[in-house]
């Protein structure tokens, strides 16, 4: 059973720092591509960072390029999204997803991605 668990989510106020981290389970970690996509009240999910674990490309929204990092650990199958000059805007659940079959110009793509994460919520206070 494919199982991702994310963590690290709380309150953090403008500027500060959070990392979330995505642990997973029952698949083989280096044939997929896992990324976060986010949802904030009101709106549309987003994605916000994919890494295709087999050679380690990333990608990002404009929204949060340099300012969030995308890493795997592929020893302890998990993934984390370091977040840093946080802003109020990135306020929103967060969910980790995974897929296998990823196309690379499908990253942002909701629907592309066969497994989610029940989601962690992260606010930003201004």
């Known amino acids: 059973e494919v199982q991702l668990v994310e963590s690290g989510g709380g309150l953090v106020q403008a500027g500060g720092s959070l990392r979330l981290s995505c642990a997973t389970s029952?698949?083989?970690?280096?044939?997929?591509?896992i990324g976060w996509f986010r949802q904030a009240p009101g709106k549309e999910r987003e994605g916000v960072s994919c890494i295709f674990v087999t050679d380690g490309t990333t990608y990002y929204a404009d929204s949060v390029k340099g300012r969030f990092t995308i890493s795997s650990d592929n020893a302890k199958n998990t993934v984390y999204l370091q977040m840093n000059s946080l802003k109020p805007e990135d306020t929103a659940v967060y969910y980790c997803?995974?897929?296998?079959?990823?196309?690379?110009?499908?990253?942002?793509?909701?629907?592309?991605?066969?497994?989610w994460g029940q989601g962690t919520q992260v606010t930003v206070s201004s």
């Open positions: 997803v995974a897929d296998r079959f990823l196309l690379r110009r499908h990253w942002r793509l909701p629907t592309k991605y066969d497994y």
């Open positions: 029952g698949f083989t970690f280096d044939d997929y591509a």
